[in-house]
């Protein structure tokens, strides 16, 4: 999820700085416990889509029971490889994490903090640069994807170095695995080389990371084309639910949802993938069985499956809103836990880069 500078979610790394094997008790056979999970979410968006929830959100909120340490950040200096502006970055960032403890992270069993709070990170990627090849760089995808439509001579080099920041965010926290999308794939190959790069030459200092493969809870169409999954940077809006609109905006928008000419409800996401993805929308918020819901619709007409979906999806967010509202109101304590998960993450983050620091043979400052 680093790939796409749209408000989506950034890449899940499973961790160990305190590495523990996955070893399983063999009178119980409950596995134990693995140290640390870490993903983030960019700011690009005065709402989360319910893409993003279903997605990972929620994933995350199961994982912080998972894991000995679950690290969830902001990735502000991610967001900044696109003209943006300051105010609106500030407020998307409370807001993101306003919206996150609202989903369900807590503060209590998992680490939240702002990229840009750990500095460590931008000054591992100008370490991991100078081992970057400019041929390497050229070839990721998502840079070329944004050349091509912004042209070269508009896009930043923050775009272009986006895969090697993306690498200190994993490596910095001597991540074990990570779990990756097809379009980030690449970018993880990159940080694999990186990693592998700098140990051969200065000795064993990162963990190379594994792809790891983690099951959505459910994968969200874009209402007006449910071929494509529901992202940010569509061309229109209207197939997106953002999970801070007003319901009845939503609902608008649910009862517009692209369906078929057919009139019997039934999932078959090749035949049907209008139907088939407001099934599933239900289904993941309510708990109830794709199988159970059809069968409901037995005799019923599309607009009675629509109707029911933005009544469900009103029943979910209307108490969501009024959760990310008071989270907003209290500054202090928005400010409290990204101060406290800044402190733990450097903490981490610095002795990774004091290693790097030592191995690349950077003089170290005399002692005060």
């Excluded at 500078?5 to 160990?16: I, N, Q, T």
């Excluded at 894991?67 to 300051?86: K, R, S």
């Excluded at 407001?278 to 993941?284: G, M, V």
């Excluded at 983050?349 to 002692?367: C, E, I, M, N, R």
Aim: proline share 5%.
């Amino acid at each position: 999820m680093l790939g796409n500078p749209a408000a989506r979610p950034v890449l899940m790394f499973v961790s160990s700085s305190e590495r523990l094997e996955a070893m399983t008790d063999e009178r119980t056979q409950v596995p134990a416990r693995r140290a640390r999970v870490l993903s983030g979410i960019q700011p690009t968006s005065d709402s989360f889509h319910l893409g993003n929830y279903l997605g990972a959100v929620k994933q995350w909120v199961a994982l912080q029971d998972d894991f000995d340490d679950a690290f969830y950040f902001i990735p502000d200096m991610h967001a900044i490889t696109v003209p943006t502006d300051p105010a609106a970055l500030r407020d998307r960032t409370r807001r993101s994490v306003a919206q996150l403890l609202a989903l369900g992270v807590d503060p209590a069993k998992s680490t939240i903090y702002v990229q840009s709070h750990v500095p460590e990170i931008a000054q591992l990627t100008w370490v991991l640069s100078c081992i970057t090849g400019f041929g390497e760089a050229s070839r990721m995808t998502q840079f070329k994807d944004k050349a091509a439509r912004q042209g070269t001579e508009g896009a930043a080099v923050g775009l272009f170095t986006y895969p090697i920041l993306m690498a200190a965010d994993i490596l910095a926290f001597q991540v074990d695995s990570v779990p990756v999308g097809e379009d980030q794939r690449q970018h993880l190959e990159l940080t694999r080389d990186l990693a592998n790069r700098f140990n051969t030459r200065f000795g064993e200092t990162f963990t190379v990371p594994d792809a790891y493969i983690v099951k959505e809870f459910a994968k969200i169409y874009d209402l007006q084309n449910p071929t494509a999954k529901m992202s940010k940077s569509a061309d229109s809006d209207a197939g997106l639910i953002n999970l801070l609109d007003e319901p009845k905006r939503s609902a608008k928008k649910i009862r517009s949802a692209v369906t078929d000419s057919d009139s019997v409800v039934a999932f078959d996401r090749e035949n049907k993938p209008g139907v088939s993805n407001l099934l599933t929308i239900q289904s993941a918020l309510t708990g109830r069985s794709i199988d159970e819901l059809v069968a409901s619709y037995e005799g019923k007409q599309y607009g009675h499956l629509k109707v029911e979906t933005a009544e469900v999806l009103s029943d979910f967010v209307t108490p969501l809103r009024g959760k990310v509202d008071e989270l907003l109101a209290d500054t202090d304590h928005l400010d409290a836990i990204l101060a406290a998960g800044a402190h733990k993450a450097r903490a981490i983050a610095a002795t990774t880069l004091s290693d790097v620091y030592d191995k690349v043979g950077f003089l170290a400052p005399a002692s005060s």
